[in-house]
């Protein structure tokens, strides 16, 4: 997404798009963490119910590794 585009949907102004930003590191490290600490690939899960469970399994192993 283009900076004009994230300043356009941002009602906050600058602020906003500074939080957006951040937000949006602490996502992808977040998801670097998942790939490289803890050595996890994609699964591919057809059902809402497992899909759901493999989230929060891999957030909660996430949120473990930081707190360790």
Known sequence: MRPDQVLKLCPEGERGV??????LLEAERGFRDLKSSLLLRPIFHRLEH??????LLCWLA????RAA
Do not use: G, S, W
């Not at 497992?50 to 989230?55: G, K, M, N, Q, W």
């Open 18 to 23: 500074h939080l957006y930003y951040k937000n």
């Open 50 to 55: 497992r899909i759901r469970a493999h989230v």
């Open 62 to 65: 996430l949120l473990l590794t």
